[in-house]
């Protein structure tokens, strides 16, 4: 924005101040992201900028870090890297299987939680909708209760589901089937916060427009309401996915050695020893997070199109 | 009205008004048939947790389940009678129970929670519970001198039933002397309460810092070009999407001794090398690091406020006469009212319940209430970790509940 041309020489040093603030606030938010992305080609077990890699020298710079997150855990990682390093690799490394771990999760809870995500969505956005205020405050919810909270209570309760109508049928916890409960559960806020605001641009009159033009009830539901509410119902499952990828105080409690995802990963890495493979999986998790942020970007473009409401 | 209304029918004859409330009814429980499996989904995977956890925090039956003469002791006998030689001798009769199913060391803790250094008298007295003997009064101070103290038989009295106060009492900083009364403990062991109000207060400090930071920004961003805002907008939803654990490493490797920001401090001679600054590992790392994560959530309601200020009100107050502090002031800061509520409540309520963060930056002065539930957790003492955690719960629904009040749930937006 530019000053007015009336503005005085206090107003426009007062301006210019403004502009250096804000400027520090962006690289206050990004600095730490960005920092951490040449670290994890650093050549040294340290976690600082060496004087060979601000030179440039590429004896400074290295792979290794990349490499040691896929060989710790394998069983012979210095053999030849044929057909059967690979099979190795596969199967036993640690970050490999924590990768594994973290998308099976993920794409369940993701599943679980867009599909019944969405069809509350679609009810809550109905004019006859009783209650709406307090199932949307429960639905909301997980976001909001205290993480720490809601994996004790889950710790308990999945130990031994069926102990509150007086039964025993087996465990939750250390089960994959428990984890991704879980994970659904914490997910289902983003799914609802953005199919609901998707909906809130739907125009009703779609529907009863479809049904006199003589489609059924589920005909209108995937030819017209479908359609245009894929890029919310899309972006709140990848909202739902990273909150389930990103996601270690549930998986502390629930999960047992089978289920080690990524994040758990990390923080036994943070904890133990930081050691410099911890940037080298960050940084791929920065790439992750900024293609997900840009497919994200692209949807909320594309329904805001749809929908007619584009600012431009 | 209402007559004519009652006469008219619909096409099959029934009364148009029935008709129409039938129909609506059938409408609401269509509506809320597509709410219903989510709804459900929820109730088990987690409010029943929820719910059945914050039980823990009145119900522990570590001691009452192995102390049945006892109990039956205590009920026979009102608060305040001094122990005597029967009471003694359920004691002697429960501690073989204990022996028996080696609960002496379960009984024992429960006491030990709620007067300290009498755990290893249980056990002890246990591990000879065959060998006690009447007068058992006697036996039993022989072990013991303490075993006559009124604050043991207060607590036995209190843990002899399952459902109990003492955990919330342990939590509110108070313990019960030998007459009965509730006091405050001493100043140095003020722990919880304590805790409790200091993660208020830094989640206070946090929120006002966000305030601080996200206002110009969001300003910003709100002012520009929409092309241009855009793309800044990146660089505020990059850190969003970033993973927790990323971001908080990014700190751990930007402010440690060895880190990034003090070998620049040291290179431009700022400090000395001897004198490199401790940022992290303590409260101050606690208060960066969590400030950076819940920055995004400052910067979007207040972003999606500020957009839709009409420019032309600032201009027009300019052209009255008011000055530019003026024109803030009065006219500008009041308009983004609604966006700094939703801001700060929102990294308000985040921030009184976060974990990670001061769990791997926090040392020792930067842990938070969250970090407290997490360290009675490890210690197996569910019933401290519940009634904590139950404390925590209600503060953070008291918030949620005026961020509901204030500004409406369905405000809520990501991105």
């Known amino acids: 924005m530019a000053l007015p041309t009336y503005a005085s020489q206090l107003e426009r040093t007062w301006h210019f101040i403004y502009l250096v603030i804000c400027t520090l606030v962006f690289v206050f938010l990004i600095a730490p992201i960005l920092v951490i992305v040449p670290l994890s080609f650093n050549a040294e077990p340290y976690f600082t900028y060496t004087d060979k890699m601000l030179s440039f020298d590429p004896e400074g710079y290295s792979?290794?870090?990349?490499?040691?997150?896929?060989?710790?855990?394998?069983?012979?990682?210095?053999?030849?890297r044929d057909a059967a390093w690979w099979s190795d690799l596969w199967h036993n490394a640690d970050w490999v299987k924590a990768a594994k771990n973290s998308v099976i999760i993920g794409f369940w809870a993701t599943i679980l939680s867009t599909v019944l995500g969405t069809l509350a969505a679609l009810g809550l956005a109905r004019p006859e909708m009783p209650w709406r205020r307090t199932i949307m405050a429960i639905l909301i919810s997980p976001m909001i209760v205290p993480i720490i909270i809601v994996a004790t209570g889950m710790f308990f309760f999945y130990s031994n589901p069926c102990a509150i109508v007086g039964m025993d049928c087996g465990r939750l916890t250390s089960t994959y089937t428990g984890v991704i409960m879980a994970h659904a559960a914490l997910g289902i806020p983003f799914v609802i916060i953005t199919v609901t605001a998707t909906m809130s641009g739907f125009d009703q009159s779609l529907i009863r427009a479809a049904a006199s033009l003589g489609a059924n009830p589920r005909r209108t539901f995937f030819k017209v309401v479908?359609?245009?509410?894929?890029?919310?119902?899309?972006s709140g499952g990848l909202f739902a996915f990273v909150a389930s990828f990103d996601e270690v105080v549930a998986v502390l409690f629930i999960a047992g050695p089978d289920q080690q995802t990524i994040p758990r990963e990390m923080w036994s890495g943070i904890r133990e020893q930081i050691s410099p493979a911890i940037l080298a999986v960050a940084t791929?998790?920065?790439?992750?997070?900024i293609s997900l942020l840009t497919t994200v970007e692209l949807l909320r473009r594309r329904s805001e199109r749809l929908r007619g409401v584009s600012p431009r | 009205m209402s007559d004519v209304a009652s006469q008219l029918t619909t096409a099959d004859g029934r009364p148009l008004k029935a008709a129409l409330a039938s129909a609506q009814a059938r409408a609401k429980r269509r509506a809320f048939f597509l709410v219903l499996p989510l709804l459900l989904f929820i109730l088990i995977?987690?409010?029943?947790?929820?719910?059945?956890?914050?039980?823990?925090?009145?119900?522990?039956?570590?001691?009452?389940?192995s102390t049945p003469a006892l109990s039956e002791w205590f009920a026979a006998n009102p608060k305040g009678t001094a122990p005597d030689e029967t009471a003694y001798a359920a004691l002697a009769s429960d501690l073989l129970l204990m022996k028996e199913t080696r609960a002496a060391g379960d009984a024992g803790t429960r006491i030990n929670y709620v007067v300290s250094g009498t755990r290893s008298m249980f056990t002890k007295a246990a591990r000879g519970a065959d060998k006690l003997e009447p007068p058992y009064m006697e036996t039993f101070l022989d072990l013991d001198k303490d075993w006559n103290d009124p604050r043991i038989w207060n607590a036995m009295r209190s843990?002899?039933?399952?459902?109990?106060?003492?955990?919330?009492?342990?939590?509110?900083?108070?313990?019960?002397?030998?007459?009965?009364?509730?006091?405050?403990?001493?100043?140095n062991q003020r722990v919880y309460f304590r805790l409790y109000i200091k993660t208020f207060f830094l989640a206070g400090v946090i929120t006002a810092?966000?305030?601080?930071?996200?206002?110009?920004?969001?300003?910003?961003?709100?002012?520009l070009p929409m092309a241009k805002a855009n793309l800044l907008m990146i660089l505020v939803l990059l850190p969003f999407w970033t993973s927790l654990l990323v971001r908080t490493t990014s700190w751990i490797v930007?402010?440690?001794?060895?880190?990034?920001?003090?070998?620049?401090?040291?290179?431009?001679?700022?400090?000395?090398?001897d004198g490199r600054l401790q940022m992290i590992y303590n409260q101050t790392g606690t208060i960066i690091a969590m400030v950076h994560i819940l920055l995004p959530f400052m910067v979007l309601p207040l972003y999606s406020v500020m957009r839709v200020i009409p420019e032309s009100y600032t201009r027009a107050a300019r052209s009255l006469g008011a000055t530019s502090w003026t024109t803030f002031r009065r006219i500008y800061l009041p308009q983004t009212i609604p966006g700094i509520g939703a801001g700060v409540l929102l990294v308000f309520i985040l921030a009184v319940g976060y974990y990670i963060t001061p769990a791997l930056v926090g040392g020792a002065d930067g842990q938070l209430f969250s970090n407290m539930v997490q360290f009675h957790m490890t210690k197996a003492n569910w019933s401290m970790a519940a009634a904590l955690a139950t404390m925590l719960l209600v503060g953070v629904l008291v918030l949620y509940w005026l961020y509901d009040r204030l500004i409406g749930i369905d405000k809520l937006k990501l991105g």
């Open chain 1, 63 to 80: 792979l290794r870090w990349y490499d040691s997150l896929l060989t710790t855990g394998m069983q012979a990682h210095e053999a030849v």
């Open chain 2, 209 to 223: 810092i966000c305030l601080l930071l996200a206002f110009p920004i969001a300003h910003l961003l709100a002012t």
């Open chain 1, 284 to 289: 791929i998790l920065v790439i992750i997070s």
């Open chain 2, 254 to 273: 930007l402010l440690q001794g060895q880190g990034v920001v003090n070998d620049i401090l040291v290179a431009l001679g700022i400090i000395g090398d």
């Open chain 2, 45 to 65: 995977t987690f409010a029943i947790p929820i719910g059945q956890m914050l039980q823990r925090s009145v119900y522990n039956d570590q001691f009452s389940k």
């Open chain 2, 159 to 187: 843990a002899a039933s399952p459902w109990t106060l003492d955990f919330y009492t342990i939590a509110f900083d108070m313990e019960r002397d030998g007459d009965g009364k509730l006091t405050k403990v001493d100043p």
């Open chain 1, 226 to 234: 479908m359609p245009l509410i894929l890029p919310g119902v899309i």
